[in-house]
């Protein structure tokens, strides 16, 4: 897998200078500032950042509980910015399906497993018989058949994000948000709803997004990017490969992303490294880019 095309030409999300300011009286928090990404269709990929970097922002304006503030964001060919409160309300239930962390804010309690897949399609007008059918198929898919007419209290923490993650494919939506589906479960526990996730792109074909502070993501996803005050700063892409022994192995490159502004973030491990801080020097070599501290020693 290469690094993805900024061009965003048919891909499942493109936002291009994404800004989101939140507001509370003359207090003004810039929580997207120029933010470009493109995630292809049919990937899976996961956003990582710090506790204030953006991310989960960026997944409510693309879930569309959020309203973009400057610049541009489009999931599955839909303007973000445009959307009138009824094209909204079909945006979120049918182009894009949305898991929360919290097991408890996915599900209501007094619904079955398979009543809680089935109620996106209720409101979405589905006839019975094809609500019933879709939803053993999704149970199915996500090793919960057996308990179908099992309600949440009666489901362990991973059953019941993996019900959740039958709730957001109900409608067939085109993207699947994950708002950290791991967050409240035990590493073996968060590997079964990580495992779903891929089998959701893998049997039904739908992008996958996943924010997550869970470093077990990145065994089952091939691009990782890591979001930072409001920005994409890196960007991680998994290859596997067979080496000359005949063994697969996966290897993992790190990119530094350029957004279309021209502006790029160094890795603060770098940047401690080689005490670059304040003005830098850059200068263009024949094959590459030269940055020099400011007092003019070449990094």
Known sequence: M?????????????CDRLVRVHRAGRIEVQALQGLDLVVERGEVMAIVGASGSGKSTL????????????????????????MSAAERLRFRRHVVGFVQQ?????????????ENVQLPMTLAGIPRK?????????????????KARRRPVELSGGEQQRVAIGVALANRPEVLLADEPTGELDAATGAEVLEALVRANRDFGTTVVIVTHDPGVSGVVERT???????TSTEVIRRRATDAAGEERTTAEEYVLLDRAGRLQLPAAHRRALGLHGRVRVSLESEHVEIRRGDGEAR
């Open 2 to 14: 290469s690094p993805v095309d900024t061009s965003g030409e048919d891909a499942a999300v493109v």
């Open 102 to 114: 919290q097991t408890a804010q996915n599900l209501l309690p007094y619904l079955s497993a398979a």
């Open 225 to 231: 990017v890591a979001i930072r005050d409001g920005r």
């Open 130 to 146: 094809e609500r019933r059918a879709r939803s053993g198929e999704l149970l199915d898919a996500l090793g919960l058949a057996a």
């Open 59 to 82: 997944l409510r304006v693309l879930s569309g509980l959020d309203t973009p503030t400057a610049g541009s964001a489009r999931v599955a060919g839909t303007d973000l910015l445009t």
